[in-house]
C-alpha cells in the first residue's frame, strides 16, 4: 500500500521489500523450530513473517523478535521454501533504526553496542562491550546481577581484562564509512 500524503506524493512502504522476501512463506514453522532464540522472543520467526505478511508495521517494530536474531543462519539453511530470512531479519533492524522505529530497549541497545566494538576493534572484545552496554543502561545495578557469571568466566581465562581503546579510530572505521556510502546514508 501507498498511502498518499495530503500534498499529493506519495509515501513509499518501508516494509515492501521485507514483505516481499517473505511473501512464500507458508507457515511451517521450521524457522521457529531451528532458531534457538525463540523462547526468548516476544513473537516467535514464523509469527513474525506471518505479521510482516499482514502489514502489521507497529505490531513488527513494537517487538523485539528481531533484535534477538543471533545471526546463525539455521532458519535460512533449514527453510524448505529457500527464504533468505536471516537477511530480512538483519533488514527489519535496519529499517527500525533508518526509520527512527525502534524504542530504547535491552536488546537494542546490547546490538547497537555489539556493532560499535566490532566497528572498533574488528572483532568482539567482551569486557569492553559488557562496560559499554551496562553503561548504556544506565542503571548501576544491572551490572552486579552479572558478577557471578563474569568472575567465572575471568577464573576459566575465556575473557580478557584489556582496557578499552578509548581514543583511537576504529579498525573497521573505513568498511562502516563505505557501507554507509554504498547505501546513501554518509
Known amino acids: 500500500m501507498n ?51 499482514l502489514e502489521l508495521t507497529d505490531e513488527i517494530f513494537q517487538s523485539k523478535t528481531f533484535w534477538l536474531c543471533s545471526t546463525c543462519y539455521y532458519c535460512t539453511l533449514r527453510c ?23 524504542k530504547e530497549k535491552k536488546s537494542t541497545k546490547f546490538y547497537l553496542t555489539f556493532l560499535d566494538n566490532v566497528r572498533r576493534y574488528g572483532r568482539v572484545r ?3 562491550l559488557m562496560t559499554r552496554y ?12 552479572f558478577t557471578p557469571l563474569g568472575v567465572k568466566l575471568m577464573a576459566k581465562g575465556k575473557i580478557s581484562l584489556q582496557l578499552p581503546n578509548l581514543f583511537s579510530a576504529g ?5 562502516y564509512r563505505k557501507v554507509r556510502e554504498l547505501e546513501g546514508r554518509s
Not at 134 to 145: A, E, Q, R
Open 80 to 102: 524448505p521454501r529457500g527464504l533468505k530470512l536471516t537477511e530480512t531479519m538483519g533488514a527489519l533492524k535496519r529499517l527500525a533504526v533508518s526509520q527512527g522505529k525502534w
Open 134 to 145: 551496562f553503561i548504556s543502561l544506565k542503571n548501576p545495578v544491572t551490572p552486579m546481577g
Open 3 to 53: 498511502p498518499q500524503t495530503g500534498n499529493g506524493s506519495h509515501v513509499t512502504d518501508p516494509l515492501a521489500a521485507v514483505r516481499e522476501n517473505v511473501k512464500a512463506c507458508m507457515q511451517c514453522g521450521t524457522c521457529t523450530g531451528s532458531c534457538a532464540n525463540a523462547d526468548a522472543m516476544d513473537f516467535t520467526p514464523r509469527e513474525l513473517w506471518r505479521m510482516v505478511q
Open 171 to 175: 579498525k573497521m572505521d573505513a568498511i
Open 126 to 128: 567482551e569486557m569492553d
